[in-house]
Each structure stands twice: as C-alpha cells, then as structure tokens.
C-alpha cells in the first residue's frame, strides 16, 4: 500500500463522532412527536434544502418482499426510504405503501426513481423526444401505487449526461410535478459520468437530490468530491448509494468490511444519508449500530487498504461506460455488472433479476461472438461475467420471493 492510497483513505477520517460533523446535523431530532424513541436517537444530516433531517442510514427496498420488513426499519428509526418504478414492475411501491400507510404521514419520507421510456441507459441521451406527458403518467402510477397524494422525492435514474439532465422539457416537467403538489422535491440518480451529470444539475436549480455511487474504491476522487462540494453549495441533499463497492471482493468472498467502507463514505460531510439494500434484520441493526460511533479504528482503515490492494478486480464495477462502443450486440453492459454486483455482492437476487430486466438483457446473451471484442480497463472477464448473471433470467420471479 503506497503512501498515497493511505492518505486517501485516512484523510479527515480519525476523530469524528457522528453528531459533529457539520452544521445542521442533528443527533435525536424527532420527525414528529408521533416518532418512535429509536427514531430520535439515530444521528441525521439535513438533506440540502429540502430540510429533510434524515438519518445516515436510510433503505433502499428493491430487496423487500413484504411490508413487514419496511415496518420494522421504520419501527427501527429510519425515516427514508428509497423505491423504483422498476422494482418488480412497481410491486414495490405497493410494499412500500402497504407497510409505512399506518404511520403520520409526515414521520416517513419516500422516493422513488421513475425512467422515461426516450431514456437509452447505454448512452445517457434521450433516444427521442421527451413524452411528458407520459412522465406525468407515472408519476400518478406511483402516487397510486403508494397509496399517497404526495411523493416525497422523484428521482430521474441512470443519469450520466448532462444534456439530458439540463433538457428543457424534462426541467419544466420537474417543475410542473412540485407545483402540482405531487411531487415536493425532484432529484437525479447517477451510476456514471456523475462529476459532470451532478454539476449540471445542480446548475439547473430545479434538482434538490442527487442519489450516486460513492464508496472508498471510487475513481477521480477529488473531482468528484468537488463536484459534490459544488452540488451541496448550490443547495442540494446528496444521498450515496453502492456504498460497499460490492460487499465482496469476488463472488466467493472473502468479504469487505461493511462496517469500515460505510465509515468512509460518511467521512465526507456533504454525504447526507446512504441508501442500503438492507434485506435481513441483522444488517439492519448492524448498520443502525455503526451509524452512532463513525470514527475508524486502525484496523477497519487497514482493511479498506486490502480490499483496495486486492489484486482481482471484485465485483464493483465503476460504471465508466468505456466498454459500451466496444460491444457489438449493444448490451448495457454497467447495468448487467450492477445486476451481477447485487447478486454475488450483495446476495440480493429480487433485486439483481429487477436489475437485469432493466437492461434488457437476452436470455442466452453473446451468443452470436465467437470472441469478445469488450476490453475492461478495469480488469472485468465482461463475457464470463455476463454468461453466468444470464442464468439468473430463466428463474421464476416467484422462487425469488421465498
């Protein structure tokens, strides 16, 4: 481990309590008076200048089967929670809503990220004019499904282009969903290309949120923390996602220390909340525990320094998108990796095979190349990798939810 890495991961992590990080952090501030003592005990960060105070910990419920494990994190103290249209078909915001409809509305946040149907996940342009109407569409889809009148937070996903996010009829459609009351704060999701995607949009005005990947294995480091600086500056909440850079470093371990990769990540005070694909009660409540002391110990910054050393390339892919050109069936390659990182990494195939399906991946993939014209910089066996997560396409979605 060379100097330079060392410091990259110890810079500004030793000393910090969880409830001193910045101003507007706040340590047991009760959503309402309705919330639960777990509730007021979880440390939180306001979310730029939505002035949600969200705890650090918040779920992302593509995992969950049913209602009850959604109740049990509210019950837990986490306040926000993240859903797709996309997840099941939108079987996910039903769950989502089924679970949290017996709370006060106002001691619970919910998002969702809506696709339009113009969005091309390979290039991150628009593939035809932007239907708004249709937009608008699922939106009221998703206010159904949830059972709401209003949805906290819609977030525009697999942002990576800054032409996209600053396209004029998406930015008036974004605006007209908040001044319908339908919508009270809008936001972008972004895999790739996120310096520039995340600066666009905050030089937009109109995105309070920006949900992206963020973990102690990401790449640029400095231009994207200034990006993020930038962002937070302009008044946006940032929320960080894929935050254990795949919890493994191969699909048969060994493991990546949770504990210390979610550490780092809330290190940088401009990191409001992390969305986790919690999906069993343990890791719930070892995250809960984690979020109350974030200073590092020497051994959890030497652990990150061996996942980094690792000389496999794991299961994080870093979304860069170069090998997209190079494939000639066209395959949404980042997307396909995400889909393999949820299932080897994160042992999450609901979400996995939502992931795959969201590609547009065949069943019998690479089937017509003899070779594979896809050189990863990154080191990934992109063919192996994608004939193996194929087979997670012919499973019942039914067996999926035992």
Same mark, same amino acid.
């Given at each position: 481990?060379?100097?330079?890495?060392?410091?990259?991961?110890?810079?500004?992590?030793?000393?910090?309590?969880?409830?001193?990080?910045?101003?507007?952090?706040?340590?047991?501030?009760?959503?309402?008076?309705?919330?639960? /003592?777990?509730?007021?005990?979880?440390?939180?960060?306001?979310?730029?200048?939505?002035? =949600?105070? /969200?705890?650090?910990?918040?779920?992302?419920?593509?995992?969950?089967?049913?209602?009850?494990?959604?109740?049990?994190?509210?019950?837990?103290?986490?306040?926000?929670?993240?859903?797709?249209?996309? %997840?099941?078909?939108?079987?996910?915001?039903?769950?989502?809503?089924?679970?949290?409809?017996?709370?006060?509305?106002?001691?619970?946040?919910?998002?969702?990220?809506?696709?339009? #149907?113009?969005?091309? #996940?390979?290039?991150?342009?628009?593939?035809?004019?932007?239907?708004?109407?249709?937009?608008?569409?699922?939106?009221?889809?998703?206010?159904?499904?949830?059972?709401?009148?209003?949805?906290?937070?819609?977030?525009?996903?697999?942002?990576?282009?800054?032409?996209?996010?600053?396209?004029?009829?998406?930015?008036?459609?974004?605006?007209?969903?908040?001044?319908?009351?339908?919508?009270?704060?809008?936001?972008?999701?972004?895999?790739?290309?996120?310096?520039?995607?995340?600066?666009?949009?905050?030089?937009?005005?109109? %995105?309070?949120?920006?949900?992206?990947?963020?973990?102690?294995?990401?790449?640029?480091?400095?231009?994207?923390?200034?990006?993020?600086?930038?962002?937070?500056?302009?008044?946006?909440?940032?929320?960080?996602?894929?935050? !254990?850079?795949? /919890?493994?470093?191969?699909?048969?371990?060994?493991? =990546?220390?949770?504990?210390?990769?979610?550490?780092?990540?809330?290190?940088?005070? #401009?990191?409001?909340?992390?969305?986790?694909?919690?999906?069993?009660?343990?890791?719930?409540?070892?995250?809960?525990?984690? =979020?109350?002391?974030?200073?590092?110990?020497?051994?959890?910054?030497?652990?990150?320094?061996? /996942?980094?050393?690792?000389?496999? !390339?794991?299961?994080?892919?870093?979304?860069?998108?170069?090998?997209?050109?190079?494939?000639?069936?066209?395959?949404?390659?980042?997307?396909?990796?995400?889909? %393999?990182?949820?299932?080897?990494? %994160?042992?999450?195939?609901?979400?996995?095979? #939502?992931?795959?399906?969201?590609?547009?991946?065949?069943?019998?993939?690479?089937?017509?190349?003899?070779?594979?014209?896809?050189?990863?910089?990154?080191?990934?066996?992109?063919?192996?990798?994608?004939?193996?997560?194929?087979?997670?396409?012919?499973?019942?979605?039914?067996?999926?939810?035992?």
């Amino acid at each position: 481990m060379n100097n330079n890495r060392r410091e990259f991961l110890k810079k500004g992590l030793l000393g910090v309590s969880a409830a001193a990080l910045i101003p507007g952090v706040t340590k047991g501030s009760p959503v309402t008076a309705a919330a639960t /003592a777990s509730q007021a005990d979880l440390p939180a960060r306001v979310l730029g200048r939505t002035g =949600i105070k /969200a705890p650090l910990i918040s779920l992302g419920a593509g995992g969950a089967i049913t209602p009850g494990f959604v109740k049990g994190a509210y019950n837990a103290g986490i306040k926000l929670f993240f859903s797709a249209t996309y %997840y099941g078909e939108g079987n996910n915001e039903i769950i989502v809503g089924e679970a949290l409809k017996d709370f006060p509305r106002d001691s619970f946040v919910v998002a969702t990220a809506a696709p339009c #149907n113009e969005h091309d #996940n390979r290039t991150g342009l628009l593939s035809d004019k932007f239907n708004a109407r249709a937009y608008l569409e699922k939106a009221e889809g998703s206010l159904r499904r949830f059972g709401l009148e209003q949805i906290d937070i819609i977030l525009f996903p697999f942002a990576s282009k800054k032409e996209t996010v600053c396209n004029e009829e998406i930015l008036r459609t974004m605006e007209q969903l908040k001044e319908s009351g339908k919508v009270r704060f809008t936001g972008i999701a972004s895999h790739g290309g996120i310096e520039e995607t995340l600066i666009a949009a905050a030089s937009t005005g109109i %995105y309070d949120v920006a949900m992206i990947s963020y973990n102690f294995k990401s790449q640029n480091k400095e231009a994207l923390d200034d990006a993020i600086a930038k962002a937070v500056a302009s008044g946006m909440g940032i929320v960080a996602m894929k935050t !254990t850079a795949g /919890a493994f470093r191969n699909k048969s371990g060994p493991g =990546i220390n949770s504990d210390a990769a979610l550490k780092w990540v809330l290190q940088n005070a #401009n990191i409001s909340t992390i969305v986790s694909g919690m999906t069993t009660v343990e890791q719930m409540q070892k995250n809960l525990a984690m =979020i109350k002391n974030l200073k590092m110990t020497e051994e959890e910054i030497a652990d990150l320094e061996n /996942a980094l050393a690792f000389s496999e !390339t794991g299961l994080y892919c870093q979304q860069c998108g170069e090998c997209l050109p190079r494939c000639p069936a066209r395959l949404d390659i980042p997307t396909i990796m995400r889909g %393999y990182m949820y299932a080897y990494g %994160y042992r999450n195939l609901l979400q996995a095979r #939502n992931t795959l399906e969201a590609s547009g991946l065949p069943s019998v993939p690479c089937a017509d190349c003899e070779s594979c014209s896809v050189k990863c910089s990154s080191g990934f066996d992109v063919r192996g990798k994608i004939q193996d997560i194929a087979r997670l396409t012919k499973v019942p979605e039914e067996f999926l939810l035992t």
